[in-house]
């Protein structure tokens, strides 16, 4: 297939140096693979750090700013960045009122994030964790024991990072951030497979005519394929498996996220049968996102998050953020 690389060995080294010169307001160490937002350490502030493989871009990466990440940890392509990644961005961020890690629930990163945040403790860092659990569509999967991390990470990071921009103390940032991810649900849809610069074409076999309902972030399997569906009956199918498990009772924000191969003209499409679900369901929506947020590649297809928001939680949302990829209020 046709990628717009060099060779596979550097993607990652070459889109962190693209990323540094697009965005003079990080600071983009290539060869460690950290990403810290210039003004770091922030006095008094708690500091967030979170991480993954690369390919899900803007997630992580994109979202490091003022209101949002502080330092975040690419990995290689779909692989845990390392502990030694996750201490340096800590150190780096670090103003002594803690540090949280938010980490998705794959076993890599689980495994690598607990190590670093030892060692980040044997160094004087005081620290909590925060594990995303959002993903509905099945309970273990390739890279899990337990429910996948993907679309609430955004919640999370965005909520609790403007909770610890208003110099919240690690504690509450760390009570938030949970907050959010067990008030948040997700459903993914493939209508392709994703293809990773190693292997130069598709990671799995997804017939043409044929979708998976409940596809994770690598090309994880879902729960099954059919043959393909209307936005409105993947709609249908989606929000309602998420409504399956949360049954929001309040108002929520809605995610309509592309995995990184759909064009926006068919994203907002789909929003209009998401919005159109919801409505059927007596539910509000106060505030809605749409866009490659949580990716996968080259990956046809979406995902739909909700989160179900109280008053603080609706404030903290709309509270200023200044990153790559997520930018208002400033």
């Known amino acids: 297939m046709k990628m717009l690389i060099n060779v596979p060995e550097t993607v990652v080294a070459d889109a962190l140096r693209g990323m540094a010169a697009a965005h003079p307001d990080l600071n983009v160490d290539v060869d460690n693979r950290v990403i810290v937002r210039r003004d770091a350490p ?20 994109g979202f490091v700013g003022p209101g949002m990440l502080d330092g975040a940890c690419p990995g290689e392509v779909f692989t845990s960045p390392v502990p030694d990644q996750m201490v340096r961005a800590a150190a780096a961020v670090e103003s002594g009122e803690g540090v949280l890690f938010v980490v998705k629930n794959y076993t890599g990163d689980v495994l690598n994030f607990q190590m670093a945040a030892e060692l980040a403790e044997d160094e004087g860092v005081r620290l909590a964790t925060v594990l995303v ?28 990072g403007a909770a610890a921009e208003e110099g919240a103390p690690l504690e509450r940032v760390e009570s938030v951030a949970r907050r959010v991810n067990a008030s948040s649900r997700s459903f993914g849809v493939a209508l392709s497979a994703c293809s990773t610069p190693a292997k130069g074409g598709p990671t799995f076999d997804l017939p ?31 929000v309602g498996a998420v409504f399956d498990d949360l049954r929001p009772t309040g108002p929520v924000i809605a995610l309509v996220n592309g995995m990184g191969g759909t064009p926006l003209l068919e994203l907002y499409g789909f929003n209009a049968e998401v919005q159109r679900v919801l409505a059927e369901r007596d539910v509000a929506v106060a505030r809605t996102l749409v866009g490659n947020y949580v990716t996968s590649l080259d990956m046809a297809g979406c995902s739909v998050t909700l989160c179900q928001v109280d008053e603080e939680m609706l404030r903290l949302w709309d509270a200023p953020v200044q990153t790559p990829a997520l930018r208002w209020g400033r």
Do not use: C, N, Q, W
């Not at 005519?209 to 249908?236: C, F, S, Y």
């Open 133 to 160: 659990d959002d993903d509905v569509a099945v309970t273990d999967s390739l890279y899990t024991a337990g429910r996948r991390g993907t679309g609430a990470t955004l919640f999370v990071e965005k909520i609790a």
């Open 208 to 238: 043409p005519g044929e979708l998976e309902l409940g596809v994770g972030i690598h090309g994880e399997p879902g729960r099954e394929r059919r043959a393909m569906m209307t936005a409105r009956e993947i709609a249908d199918f989606a």
């Open 42 to 61: 922030v006095a008094g502030k708690v500091a967030l750090v979170s991480g993954g493989g690369s390919g899900h871009e803007p997630l992580h990466g």
